[in-house]
């Protein structure tokens, strides 16, 4: 037995148009037609793009309510606030660093950590 056993198979271009033909009546769905003629789906969906026929790609709808679109809204919001938080305690503690290393250097310690330590912070 060799490593790479695998079968390769090579589809000729009137084998792929008869599949997306078939596909675009809409009487069978990519799952369908996989099943039918022993093809994985992504195959076909590479057929799909290659012959740039889109229209047979999958499409996804999504129904909103209102109270879905404000809850939504709300949510990024509350993330937009949060962000906002974040970045301005990032920046506390920058400034507080720099404060300490100041500090540090103005009274004579060796290091930031030798402050913290005779200050008890």
Known sequence: MYKNDKVTRRYSESFK?????????????????????????STINEWVLKYDRKDLMNTRVIVKTKDEISRLKALEKEVE???NLLVRKDMEKLVSDS???????????KS???LKKNLNI
Not at 17 to 41: C, M, Q, V
Not at 99 to 109: I, S
């Open 99 to 109: 404060y300490l290393e100041v500090a540090a250097e103005n009274l004579g310690y």
């Open 81 to 83: 606030q949060l962000k």
């Open 112 to 114: 930031v950590e030798e």
């Open 17 to 41: 148009l008869k599949i997306l033909s078939e596909l675009s009546t809409g009487k069978y769905t990519k799952r369908e037609l996989g099943r039918i003629y022993g093809i994985h789906n």
